[in-house]
């Protein structure tokens, strides 16, 4: 089993920057993609970003192309979304994912999720 553990949500203004990080423990994760998702009350889980974990390919949403930025630290088993310029709009909480069987751009695609972080992005 793969445990995920998201941090680095939070309460900013719009233009603000917070980083997102994903720990991730419980097995291998070398052949992995892993990535972001985020849902808003009342709608649906939406994709974010991805990162196949030893191939480097990123995907991203086109609302956050040019704003967030995916990484990852291998030696750290760590994730990261930087968000830039942050808007009203990306108020939701922000789940961190993983699959198998990259890549990993819909919902249904992951096969380990973690408990969420909120971000809150005010006018």
């Known amino acids: 089993q793969v445990q995920l553990v998201e941090s680095g949500g939070g309460l900013v203004q719009a233009g603000d920057s917070l980083r997102l990080s994903c720990v991730a423990s419980?097995?291998?994760?070398?052949?992995?993609?892993m990535g972001w998702f985020r849902q808003a009350p009342g709608t649906d889980r939406e994709f974010v970003a991805s990162i196949t974990w030893s191939d480097h390919t990123t995907y991203y949403a086109d609302s956050v192309k040019g704003r967030f930025t995916i990484s990852r630290s291998i030696a750290k088993n760590t994730m990261y979304l930087q968000m830039n310029s942050l808007k009203p709009e990306d108020t939701a909480v922000y789940y961190c994912?993983?699959?198998?069987?990259?890549?990993?751009?819909?919902?249904?695609?992951?096969?380990?999720w973690g408990q969420g972080t909120q971000v809150t992005v005010s006018s």
């Open positions: 419980g097995r291998t994760f070398t052949s992995y993609a």
């Open positions: 994912a993983a699959d198998e069987s990259p890549p990993l751009r819909r919902e249904r695609e992951a096969d380990y």
